[in-house]
């Protein structure tokens, strides 16, 4: 039984962490806007946080460090839902796209292919694309 609760604290330490991500990029042109507003309570959802966590994270998205990933898979799912935060206005800014290469250099991705990344998925965003097609047209 304790294995059990040490993975889903492991589990939710990496959904905190995730959501502080996510706070960061809404936060990083100054605002938070209507439309990433909705985004973020969409992800506050999908990753089981709380009421009071979500406060605690909004006031200060700093103190929750971004956990690296050994699965390529799962490092790429994180990036794409950054990705939708950015891209909840239908633009990415100079400092949106500067944090996300750091974000995908904390993840695990070497800088070389955190770039390479980052920029085919600007180039992606720019339609609609549901996860399985991101990831196979980074892979390829």
Do not use: C, W
């Amino acid at each position: 039984m304790a294995i059990v609760n040490k993975f889903e604290s492991s589990e939710q330490r990496n959904n905190l962490a995730h959501f502080a991500s996510i706070i960061n990029l809404a936060k990083v042109d100054g605002t938070i806007n209507a439309e990433e507003q909705a985004v973020i309570q969409r992800f506050s959802q999908k990753l089981g946080i709380s009421k009071d966590e979500y406060k605690m994270i909004i006031k200060n998205p700093e103190q929750h460090p971004i956990l690296p990933n050994n699965s390529f898979e799962i490092r790429l799912e994180l990036l794409f839902d950054l990705f939708k935060i950015i891209y909840a206005d239908n633009r990415i800014e100079p400092k949106e796209k500067s944090l996300i290469l750091k974000y995908a250099i904390g993840l695990g991705f070497n800088s070389v292919k955190a770039e390479e990344i980052i920029e085919k998925s600007i180039l992606i965003f720019e339609g609609k694309l549901d996860f399985e097609q991101y990831s196979s047209l980074i892979k390829n």
